[in-house]
């Protein structure tokens, strides 16, 4: 079976009502980014923080998978496929991807902080006073900015194998996340989906200018045939 890996950023979500985090005005659902999304944001305003997450956790209740996560978890009826996102939210699991890897976290999850090892499903609020077996306060399962990536070399691993690669709906401005592509061995063909694509025209690339709900299922359609 051929390997499709498909790396995915806040674009597929957008068209499901979840915002992008670099939009016209530069916030994240009205926050500045380094307020909610920074070791020092948390350390500064933790209430804040559990409270932004417990909003965007709450938010997942009232979205839905759309037409291009669905389209995806249909491609593993050809090709073994394999979804690197850099989202937190749970769309790709709840449209039936089965190999997802959350390079960013995921919201539905939390870890204590005195053993980062140590993560838990989480599906209602957190709050101050939460706390591990160890007694220590348990904080969002998301990296922040500035935080290491510890599912990397995972991800590199993944794309170094990839026959296919789909890059959808995401500005590449995130390192190391964007440096992905570049683990990309020669002959991986790719697709760039994206209504403001960040890359340029290059011959093994095929950029599709449209959102996720038009482009994903185009190409997935093509590759069905292939
Ligand atoms: N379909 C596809 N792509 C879309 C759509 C859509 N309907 N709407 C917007 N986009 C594209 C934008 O053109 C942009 O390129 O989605 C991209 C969103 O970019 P960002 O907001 O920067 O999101 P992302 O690339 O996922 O950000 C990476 O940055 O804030 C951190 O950790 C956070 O994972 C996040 C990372």
New binding site residues.
């Given amino acids: 079976m051929k390997k499709i890996v498909v790396l995915?950023?806040?674009?597929?979500s957008?068209?499901s009502g979840l915002a992008?985090?670099?939009?016209a005005d530069g916030l994240?659902e009205g926050h500045d980014?380094m307020e909610v999304?920074s070791p020092a944001g948390w350390n500064a305003n933790p209430d804040l923080v559990l409270d932004f997450y417990n909003k965007r956790r709450s938010q997942l209740r009232t979205v839905h998978p759309n037409k291009?996560h669905i389209a995806l978890a249909s491609l593993e009826k050809k090709y073994h496929v394999s979804i690197i996102t850099?989202?937190?939210d749970d769309l790709h699991e709840r449209a039936g991807s089965s190999n997802i890897l959350h390079i960013?976290g995921e919201l539905l999850k939390v870890r204590s902080q005195f053993d980062d090892k140590l993560i838990l499903d989480w599906k209602r609020d957190l709050h101050i006073g939460d706390c591990c077996e160890h007694n220590s306060q348990l904080r969002p399962h998301i990296?922040w900015?500035g935080e290491e990536v510890p599912l990397l070399e995972n991800a590199i691993t993944i794309t170094e194998q990839a026959d296919i690669l789909l890059i959808?709906?995401?500005?590449?401005?995130?390192y190391p996340?964007a440096s992905l592509l570049q683990y990309a061995p020669n002959k991986t063909s790719i697709y760039f989906?994206?209504?403001?694509?960040?890359v340029t025209q290059q011959e093994r690339i095929t950029i599709l200018a449209?959102?996720?709900?038009m482009?994903v299922p185009k190409v997935v359609e093509e590759l069905m045939t292939l």
């Fill in positions: 995915t950023g806040a674009g597929i957008a068209e992008t985090f670099r939009g994240w980014i999304a291009a850099q989202n937190v960013h990296v900015f959808i709906g995401t500005s590449m401005q995130v996340a989906i994206d209504p403001n694509p960040s449209e959102k996720a709900t482009g």
